[in-house]
């Protein structure tokens, strides 16, 4: 079987390395940019997993340029807000918010995070440290809408945390697209994403092949 790398574009290199020894062909999206309103989304990058192994692309053992980027279809915010009023996949990202620190770099810059120490583990979104968010009421309408009222987005929390839980959903919305329509199954190195996937297909009675790969001193 093939597999769909999620949700990054990019993986490490023993990610790598692992999969190919698993799967014949590892597909890869583009970066994901998003645009929330015609004023506010995400900056695409333009680096590609071929770039750095050529070889493996025209050997065609790697498949890239799967595009997630732009404005969000009315299927996709409708699995998006499934996915927020959802109490089980909240918790589970309220969760990986807290402790995940390679979750947490997906969605905030590093200076925004404050490490406990050395430890990865050790690390927390001070905005975000208190229980209730996960249990604030977000949708994609309301995360425009608290866009439209902020100018420095950075000094909002609400949006800020609302524009994480939108960006993580799609990210999955987009992974279970591209596995239906490659016939693939989906494999990731996060396992609080793989968590995510899980309780979105579940919640969904989606059927896809799934697994996460842990990694371990890297």
Known sequence: MNALYYPFHLCHERTLERLLKEFT??????????????????????????????????AGRIIQGHNVS??????????????????TWRSTFHEALSNDYRFQRTL??????QKR???????????????????????????????????????????EYGWA????????TYTIQLCHQLHVAAVTDSASYHRLFTQSCGRQQIEIAHSCIKREGY
């Open 70 to 87: 732009g404005t969000l279809h009315p299927d996709v915010i409708a699995a998006v807000d499934r996915d927020l009023s959802d109490p």
């Open 25 to 58: 062909v590892v597909h890869f999206r583009d970066f994901m940019a998003l645009q929330l309103t015609p004023f506010m989304g995400t900056t695409a990058f333009p680096d590609r997993m071929g770039d750095d192994y050529p070889q493996l692309l025209e």
């Open 117 to 159: 120490g050395d430890s990865i583990e050790g690390s927390s979104l001070p905005a975000f440290g208190t229980p209730d968010w996960q249990e604030k009421p977000f949708s994609v309408a309301s995360v425009k809408a608290l866009s439209r009222q902020s100018i420095h987005h950075e000094d909002d929390p609400a949006f």
């Open 165 to 172: 839980l939108v960006k993580t959903s799609a990210a999955l």
């Open 108 to 113: 905030f810059d590093e200076s925004d995070i």
